[in-house]
């Protein structure tokens, strides 16, 4: 099993539709993370859970929606997304106090028609 | 606040030839510094690493060492090779803060040709 999978791997979905991408780690961190990555942007951190805890809500529009029930498993919930949320959505995970280094997923391409 | 600067690309060299990708950055402390690869359609992949001053992180004949007296970590390869074409990061984390996010820079994007 590799060590961060997300799903779907690719969603297209319109600005009235409400879905769910998923990130799941078998590195046996406890830290994760969602990142955004849009064209001609750098990369954006949107939200970091330590121990299953919020620890960092970078201002991120209220249509995103986080969850994580454990630490093996984080959640982006979205509705009602606009066309410039259109972007590639990384996961990544982290041991939060020994290590610094972060292990991506391969991410979910949405697009938002 | 914290930041990381580097070269802005596209980078194109041939086969075989010496790559240098420029990376600098602004923070307080001892952060530790990465290299992540990106592939086409793919994720970020962690390249190497550096954790304190002088220390040389080095993967797959690539190396960086980390120069706390000029903030610098740039990146150097003797030999690229076409499969070497994807886009490259360097990111910090603030010291003493595992567990908060990575800091990027916006990418250099490196294309050989054979």
């Known amino acids: 099993e590799t060590g961060v999978t997300q799903t779907p791997r690719h969603l297209v979905m319109g600005m009235t539709n409400k879905k769910s991408l998923k990130c799941e780690q078998h590195?046996?961190?406890?830290?994760m993370y969602w990142y955004k990555q849009s064209a001609k942007k750098p990369l954006e951190l949107m939200f970091v859970y330590n121990f299953k805890e919020q620890t960092e809500n970078n201002s991120v529009p209220s249509r995103f929606s986080p969850e994580c029930p454990n630490s093996s498993h984080l959640f982006l919930h979205l509705h009602t997304l606009q066309p410039e949320d259109s972007a590639l959505y990384l996961c990544a995970s982290s041991h939060p106090t020994s290590s610094y280094e972060q292990y991506f997923g391969p991410g979910t391409r949405l697009t938002v028609t | 606040g914290n930041s990381v600067t580097q070269m802005e690309g596209p980078v194109t060299l041939s086969e075989e030839a010496f790559l240098t990708i420029n990376c600098t950055y602004t923070?307080?402390?001892?952060?530790?510094l990465f290299w992540y690869v990106q592939y086409p359609g793919e994720g970020l992949q962690l390249l190497l690493k550096?954790?304190?001053?002088?220390d040389k992180g080095s993967n797959k004949g690539f190396e960086a060492t980390y120069r706390k007296e000029t903030t610098s970590f740039h990146l150097e390869k003797g030999s690229v090779q076409v499969s070497d074409s994807a886009v490259y990061f360097c990111?910090?984390?603030?010291?003493?803060?595992?567990?908060?996010?990575?800091?990027f820079g916006k990418g250099t994007t490196l294309s050989v040709s054979s």
């Open positions: 990111a910090l984390t603030p010291a003493n803060q595992a567990g908060t996010a990575l800091i």
């Open positions: 923070a307080t402390g001892y952060p530790s």
């Open positions: 550096a954790t304190k001053a002088d």
């Open positions: 590195l046996g961190h406890n830290a």
